[in-house]
């Protein structure tokens, strides 16, 4: 039984993605499959940061601007 999993399509320089083969090559994946791992580690990373500044933020009192 396979995961449900949205299709996100990004572009990259020619030297990350010649990074990103040799490093599937090197473990035998897909080019996509790798790509896709790499990416969700950088989102968690990024999004427990953000977590941690909006906390610090909400206990502040410092609210995100309205957009008019």
Same mark, same amino acid.
């Given at each position: =039984? %396979?995961?449900?999993?949205? %299709?996100? &399509?990004? @572009?990259? *320089? *020619?030297? +990350? &993605?010649?990074? !990103?083969?040799? =490093?599937?090559? /090197? +473990?035998?994946?897909?080019? $996509?499959?790798? $790509?896709?791992?790499? !990416?969700? @580690?950088?989102?968690? $990373?990024? /999004?427990?940061? /953000? %977590?941690i500044a909006h906390e @610090?933020?909400? @206990?502040?009192? +410092?609210? $995100?601007?309205?957009?008019?």
């Open positions: =039984m %396979s995961i449900d999993k949205k %299709s996100i &399509h990004v @572009r990259v *320089p *020619p030297e +990350l &993605h010649d990074q !990103l083969s040799v =490093m599937a090559d /090197f +473990l035998d994946k897909d080019i $996509a499959e790798e $790509a896709a791992r790499i !990416l969700a @580690r950088g989102i968690v $990373a990024a /999004f427990y940061e /953000f %977590s @610090r933020m909400t @206990r502040l009192g +410092l609210k $995100a601007k309205d957009r008019e």
